[in-house]
């Protein structure tokens, strides 16, 4: 578990620019996707270490080890919640049982209907990063991207994608649903990278 008296101060951890909004607004893209659990699946595909894609099914996913995290969320739309409690599978561990080949850099995260968010492979695999499955010690919400949600707390939420159903490691960088329209390929908060024409060379694919 994770111990909240080792916190900074909660006004120390807030960006450049955003601010606490009362409650917890919750923004998404699309309609909510409806669960079936008996047909779900998570792929990990694209550049494995095995050259075969691994698949999880929902009894075998909830089965994976489970680590809790805390955690703030910045939106890009500038109000961030703070101190937020999330459960799941850590990369780590997906990393660990569906290893990238050496080769692999970046990470695409797939959600249903085709909405995706890349991310580097370093981002990725940093400790606090999550396929999340409850929040504050409840099961998500499904607004809020039941049954899984990536939760990558360090760089803006966009990155974070609801209703996960593939991760796709990846020897190229390309960008994501938002990032085609004009967001940040990185996406770091603490540098109020929020929007595509902000980046310096090598921030992006060529």
Avoid at 39 to 50: H, P
Avoid at 88 to 104: F, K, W
Avoid at 182 to 187: L, M, P, T, V
């Amino acid at each position: 578990m994770v111990d909240r008296t080792q916190d900074p101060l909660e006004e120390d951890r807030l960006p450049p620019g955003q601010y606490v909004p009362r409650g917890r607004p919750v923004i998404h893209y699309g309609r909510v996707p409806t669960f079936r659990p008996a047909t779900w699946e998570l792929q990990v595909m694209g550049a494995t270490a095995s050259g075969e894609p691994h698949r999880f099914s929902w009894e075998r996913f909830s089965e994976l080890p489970r680590t809790t995290v805390l955690a703030d969320f910045h939106c890009v739309t500038k109000f961030s919640i703070m101190g937020n409690e999330w459960s799941g599978v850590s990369a780590a561990t997906l990393l660990e049982i569906a290893p990238p080949a050496p080769a692999a850099g970046h990470v695409m995260i797939w959600g249903e209907y085709g909405y995706s968010a890349n991310v580097r492979m370093s981002d990725f695999a940093r400790e606090h990063t999550l396929l999340a499955t409850e929040l504050d010690g409840k099961p998500l919400s499904p607004e809020r991207g039941y049954p899984v949600r990536a939760v990558v707390p360090h760089l803006y939420a966009w990155k974070s994608v609801k209703w996960v159903r593939a991760v796709e490691y990846m020897v190229e960088d390309r960008r994501g649903f938002w990032e085609e329209r004009g967001y940040h390929n990185i996406a770091d908060p603490w540098r109020e990278q929020r929007y595509s024409y902000q980046e310096e060379p090598g921030e992006g694919p060529p």
